[in-house]
């Protein structure tokens, strides 16, 4: 069965604080994808990688920084949070033969920075 | 102009009613459209794809392409207090193949009035 984990669900931290949120695919998928999701503003995409040590911007990437050191794992970084970071974020991850377009989502990491 | 714009509702429907649900995109290259899903506290779900101009149908969803006019739609037949959700619209915005990002609209929610 198809499945994206992200490792932590809810997450509670303070503002300057560095922090990681990771996200581990088990589908041998060549993308990878960083959305936050804020009501009214939908699903924003941050970062996304097509490939291994490769990395693109996408629509808000201030103040994020992404590593993708292997195939199944993306991490998102905040070097320095604000309170403006406090969202859910949403990883996710697609094949790239065929190119359907299908994401399959994790579950979330629900950011607070206080 | 946004990207991918959708009407944020909410839309409320009567049961066994249609639902008609719009979108547009500002790129004209643009080759692949999708609907997701989303129920509320969970991450979305892939209902629908589209990549030729006309009309798709699966079960009691139909999806509806019109290049010409940028524009998207989904219709859902028969609705039922199940498809109570928010439906995003997303296009793939190309670099160039395997390096396109999916880009989601804001999302129209959708109620189902028994």
């Known amino acids: 069965d198809v499945k994206v984990t992200q490792s932590s669900r809810y997450l509670v931290k303070r503002t300057g604080e560095k922090v990681f949120l990771e996200c581990v695919q088990d589908?041998?998928?060549?993308?990878m994808f960083w959305y936050r999701q804020d009501p009214g503003l939908g699903l924003r995409l941050i970062y996304f990688?097509?490939?291994?040590?490769?990395?693109e911007k996408g629509d808000i990437p201030e103040g994020y920084s992404v590593s993708r050191e292997k195939k199944e794992r993306f991490s998102l970084i905040l070097e320095s949070a604000s309170t403006n970071q406090t969202s859910m974020y949403l990883c996710a991850s697609r094949e790239l033969a065929g190119n359907t377009g299908e994401l399959f989502f994790g579950e979330g990491s629900r950011l607070t920075v206080l | 102009q946004k990207e991918v714009e959708q009407n944020s509702g909410p839309l409320s429907v009567p049961e066994g009613a249609i639902a008609s649900l719009n979108c547009t995109y500002s790129d004209r290259g643009s080759q692949s459209f999708f609907w997701y899903r989303q129920y509320s506290g969970k991450s979305p779900e892939l209902i629908m794809s589209?990549?030729?101009?006309g009309d798709k149908e699966d079960g009691r969803f139909t999806a509806q392409l019109n290049k010409a006019s940028q524009y998207v739609s989904l219709l859902i037949r028969d609705s039922q207090p199940s498809d109570s959700a928010t439906y995003l619209c997303?296009?793939?915005?190309?670099?160039?193949?395997?390096?396109?990002?999916?880009?989601f609209g804001t999302g129209t929610r959708l109620t189902i009035i028994p």
């Open positions: 990688s097509y490939d291994v040590k490769m990395k």
């Open positions: 997303a296009v793939n915005i190309g670099l160039h193949f395997g390096n396109e990002k999916l880009t």
């Open positions: 589209i990549y030729s101009n």
């Open positions: 589908m041998d998928h060549e993308n």
